[in-house]
T-cell receptor
Framework: GDSVTQMEGPVTLSEEAFLTINCTYTATGYPSLFWYVQYPGEGLQLLLKATKADDKGSNKGFEATYRKETTSFHLEKGSVQVSDSAVYFC????????????FGKGTKLTVNP | NAGVTQTPKFQVLKTGQSMTLQCAQDMNHNSMYWYRQDPGMGLRLIYYSASEGTTDKGEVPNGYNVSRLNKREFSLRLESAAPSQTSVYFCAIQTMTGELFFGEGSRLTVL
């Protein structure tokens, strides 16, 4: 079945460091791909998305490129801030008649000043 | 524009008590979901509703029931709460392009 694998956390970085959170997926079709972010005490919110191969999603300095050849959607940011501390979830969009997204288990990021 | 509103935000129950978590949306989307989030387990789908009048089981439906009262509202009921149901519960709606919008969560503790 469809699945999403994210790098294990937690990840701890210093402010202004480069961030990569790896995400790979298994899917029978060509789903949309998403990154969601969850700040402490809040619900998840959409960070960025890509709907087809080679699309790049971007928002708030974060980027991720839909790589069909490597079945990956890695999240990157060039210079993290303390305010980026959160849990990040990679997700596979619904496909094949299914209504459901498939989520990775989440990666907790802590950015220290 | 509230988006997705969940009530209550916090609840403490004793084992065996019942309660209903309420979810309402003002975004006029058909698909609504209930997830639970536990440390180290990520998000797990409990039930979902593709449209008014329909509901389907997700990964972890045991111990829960749902009602899609109308297009706006989707409630989750625990008939006889157990400590294993201590969790944070999220309601979400899904757009036509597959994006989910989440409520702020309901934090439930079962003693």
């Amino acid at each position: 079945g469809d699945s999403v694998t994210q790098m294990e956390g937690p990840v701890t970085l210093s402010e202004e460091a480069f961030l990569t959170i790896n995400c790979t997926y298994t899917a029978t079709g060509y789903p949309s791909l998403f990154w969601y972010v969850q700040y402490p005490g809040e619900g998840l919110q959409l960070l960025l998305k890509a709907t087809k191969a080679d699309d790049k999603g971007s928002n708030k300095g974060f980027e991720a490129t839909y790589r069909k050849e490597t079945t990956s959607f890695h999240l990157e940011k060039g210079s993290v801030q303390v305010s980026d501390s959160a849990v990040y979830f990679c997700a596979l969009g619904p496909q094949g008649g299914s209504e459901k997204l498939v989520f990775g288990k989440g990666t907790k990021l802590t950015v220290n000043p | 524009n509230a988006g997705v509103t969940q009530t209550p935000k916090f609840q403490v129950l004793k084992t065996g008590q019942s309660m209903t978590l309420q979810c309402a949306q003002d975004m006029n989307h058909n698909s609504m979901y209930w997830y639970r989030q536990d440390p180290g387990m990520g998000l797990r789908l409990i039930y979902y509703s593709a449209s008014e009048g329909t509901t389907d089981k997700g990964e972890v439906p045991n111990g829960y029931n749902v009602s899609r009262l109308n297009k706006r509202e989707f409630s989750l009921r625990l008939e006889s709460a157990a400590p294993s149901q201590t969790s944070v519960y999220f309601c979400a709606i899904q757009t036509m392009t597959g994006e989910l919008f989440f409520g702020e969560g309901s934090r439930l503790t079962v003693l």
